[in-house]
C-alpha cells in the first residue's frame, strides 16, 4: 500500500512538471510571438514608407528583423568582382554590406557596435578589394568607418606576396579565412552569402 501511494504521488509529481513545462513553452511562444509583430519599418529608406514605395498593403506583408540586439553577420569575400567577365565595374559584396549596415540602422533603428556588428573575411582573389590604390579603396575605408572589422587571410596574402604595408589601413589579418569563418560562427556570428 505504502510503495503504491509513492508512486501515486511520484505521478502526480511528474504529471505537475509536464504541465508546468506546457506552460513554459506556451509562454515562450506568446512571448516570441509578441516579439514578431515589432513595428516596422522604424526608418524610412527613400522617406517613403513600405505602402507609398511599393504599393498599398506592403508593409502588412513585410517580415522585419525580430532579433534586433547583438546580433553579429559574417561575409565571407572570396572573389574581387562581383561579374569577372566583363571589366571590374561592382565590386564583390562590397554593396550587400552597406545595404546591409543601411537596413540595420535606418530600417530597423539599430546601432552599430551596440546592437549589431559585421565582420568581413577576404581571401582568393578577394585580397584585390583590400590593397592601397585599387578602384574600390574608397569603399573598404567607408565601410571601416563604419565599425566594419575586416580581415585578409594570411595564406591569400602569402600566396600573393602581400605584406601589411600594401594593404589599407585598418584592414587586419586572420591566420586561415576557413578557420577564422568557423571560429567566428562559434562566436556567435552568421554568415551572410552576397
Known amino acids: 500500500m505504502k510503495t503504491e501511494k509513492r508512486v501515486k504521488k511520484g505521478l502526480r509529481f511528474f504529471a505537475g ?23 516596422c519599418p522604424v526608418g524610412l529608406v527613400n522617406g517613403l514608407t513600405l505602402d507609398e514605395e511599393f504599393g498599398t498593403g506592403t508593409s502588412q506583408i513585410t517580415r ?11 561575409f565571407p569575400i572570396l572573389k574581387d568582382c562581383a561579374d569577372s567577365s566583363v571589366p571590374c565595374t561592382k565590386p564583390y559584396a562590397l554593396t550587400a554590406i552597406g545595404h546591409s549596415i543601411r537596413d540595420y ?10 546592437d549589431f556588428s559585421i565582420v568581413a573575411v577576404v581571401y582568393s582573389s578577394g ?11 574608397q569603399d573598404i575605408v567607408n565601410l571601416l568607418n563604419k565599425k566594419v572589422s575586416i580581415y585578409l587571410c594570411q595564406n591569400t596574402a602569402r600566396a600573393n606576396n602581400i605584406k601589411i604595408y600594401d594593404l589599407i589601413p585598418g584592414v587586419k589579418f586572420v591566420t586561415d579565412c576557413h578557420t577564422s569563418i568557423s571560429d567566428f560562427q562559434a562566436l556567435g556570428y552568421n554568415i551572410s552569402v552576397p
Do not use: D, W
Open 17 to 39: 512538471i509536464a504541465v508546468l513545462a506546457m506552460l513554459g513553452m506556451a509562454s515562450g511562444n506568446v512571448a516570441m510571438a509578441a516579439t514578431i509583430e515589432q513595428p
Open 64 to 74: 522585419c528583423l525580430v532579433k534586433r540586439k547583438l546580433v553579429k553577420t559574417l
Open 105 to 114: 540602422e535606418v530600417t530597423h533603428g539599430m546601432i552599430n557596435g551596440v
Open 127 to 137: 585580397y584585390k578589394l583590400v590593397l592601397k590604390g585599387n578602384p574600390f579603396e
